[in-house]
């Protein structure tokens, strides 16, 4: 087992709202995916591996430009899951840099990045273990710029909407799955 936070110490003043906002954001995150894996001991999920990739799923935020979380980073937000997967891998955990890669919205397929001309690495970065899934689930219930709250249903599903059919569908598949 790794402690996320020797990881997220190496990147981030713990103190300062880059690090408040990923902290917070990444606890609550963990703590969801967690308690929906407990609700699921069929699908027999790797809860030590969930805890420790819900805490790092958002690492590369500080590389993008979101000013209102206190990062202030060269890249687009968008690029914050593949930025982050890179530098998992070079920390030696290519499992916990697929989470980040492929949590963004409810994935993106690379027919997404291509009809988007998205500033992203021409590859899928769809969730493909339950694992992933969950997490990236999970995720969708918080938000960084509002740390107190946890979304209801309908408006994850109106922000999922507005990404079009295909990811609407796929962010459905998790509520059967995990709900």
């Known amino acids: 087992m790794i402690n996320p936070l020797d990881i997220i110490r190496k990147y981030y003043t713990l103190d300062s709202l880059a690090g408040q906002s990923l902290l917070i954001h990444s606890q609550l995150v963990r703590d969801k995916a967690q308690s929906l894996a407990i609700r699921h001991p069929e699908m027999d999920l790797d809860i030590p591996f969930i805890q420790e990739a819900a805490m790092l799923h958002d690492i590369g935020i500080f590389l993008t430009k979101a000013p209102d979380i206190g990062c202030f980073g060269e890249h687009p937000y968008i690029c914050h899951g593949y930025l982050g997967a890179d530098l998992l891998r070079e920390e030696g955990l290519p499992r916990h840099a697929l989470v980040c890669e492929r949590h963004t919205g409810a994935g993106i397929s690379l027919e997404?990045?291509?009809e988007n001309h998205l500033p992203l690495p021409q590859r899928d970065m769809l969730p493909v273990t339950l694992e992933e899934k969950l997490i990236a689930f999970a995720?969708?219930?918080?938000?960084?710029?509002?740390?107190?709250?946890?979304?209801?249903?309908?408006?994850i599903r109106a922000e999922m909407a507005f990404y079009g059919e295909e990811t609407a569908a796929r962010f459905e598949e998790w509520c059967e799955l995990f709900l």
């Open 112 to 114: 997404m990045i291509k």
């Open 139 to 155: 995720d969708k219930f918080y938000s960084k710029t509002n740390l107190t709250r946890e979304k209801k249903l309908g408006k």
